[in-house]
T-cell receptor, first 115, second 114 residues
Framework: DAGVTQSPTHLIKTRGQQVTLRCSPKSGHDTVSWYQQALGQGPQFIFQYYEEEERQRGNFPDRFSGHQFPNYSSELNVNALLLGDSALYLC??????????????FGPGTRLTVT | AQSVTQPDIHITVSEGASLELRCNYSYGATPYLFWYVQSPGQGLQLLLKYFSGDTLVQGIKGFEAEFKRSQSSFNLRKPSVHWSDAAEYFCAVGVREYGNKLVFGAGTILRVKS
């Protein structure tokens, strides 16, 4: 049973560019959340997708946007990159119902470096 | 607003010694609490969780945690630490009103000396 997978593993971009990160949820999971983890900090919630719609959003600017596809996979897009966007981006998935509803499983993350 | 405090940024223990990592939370309702572990360059692995019931919960790798409502705490413990336990540990509270988003503490880095 594959867990949460993310691609790419590492990414280097220049200020002002745009980036797309991808996530495939754990089998049986239909809800995907994205978190940003800056160096030396705990993860911060960006947003959550369920049924192809953004359901919850954290305190992040509109430069951060996302998408969820019918197969439950998800993308995180960041426009007009800033140096401060350099971080580990984590994807987490959980089922939309059932006993594991409150458990989130994380992928290995994508390390984004903005120069 | 919900928050999680992990007062210790770094902790160093000797291999074989006991471990306790502290976590305090602020949340208006009955909390759902989690401990995750992160090895360098890796994602987060769920160690254990508390939803309700017995306040002492067992997790993977020999870890346990105790929920104390009166102290708003959820401390992580292990009786005997192994060198492979060296990692960063995060406490988190699940916010049910916001799709169970997780609010994390800043983490505690555990170093194990032989």
């Amino acid at each position: 049973d594959a867990g949460v997978t993310q691609s790419p593993t590492h990414l280097i971009k220049t200020r002002g560019q745009q980036v797309t990160l991808r996530c495939s949820p754990k089998s049986g999971h239909d809800t995907v959340s994205w978190y940003q983890q800056a160096l030396g900090q705990g993860p911060q919630f960006i947003f959550q997708y369920y049924e192809e719609e953004e359901r919850q959003r954290g305190n992040f600017p509109d430069r951060f946007s996302g998408h969820q596809f019918p197969n439950y996979s998800s993308e995180l897009n960041v426009n007009a990159l800033l140096l401060g966007d350099s971080a580990l981006y984590l994807c987490a998935s959980r089922p939309g119902s059932g006993l594991s509803y409150y458990e989130q499983y994380f992928g290995p993350g994508t390390r984004l470096t903005v120069t | 607003a919900q928050s999680v405090t992990q007062p210790d940024i770094h902790i160093t223990v000797s291999e074989g010694a006991s471990l306790e990592l502290r976590c305090n939370y602020s949340y208006g309702a009955t909390p759902y609490l989690f401990w995750y572990v992160q090895s360098p360059g890796q994602g987060l692995q769920l160690l254990l969780k508390y939803f309700s019931g017995d306040t002492l919960v067992q997790g993977i790798k020999g870890f346990e945690a105790e929920f104390k409502r009166s102290q708003s705490s959820f401390n992580l413990r292990k009786p005997s630490v192994h060198w492979s336990d060296a990692a960063e540990y995060f406490c988190a509270v699940g916010v049910r009103e916001y799709g169970n988003k997780l609010v994390f503490g800043a983490g505690t880095i555990l170093r194990v000396k032989s």
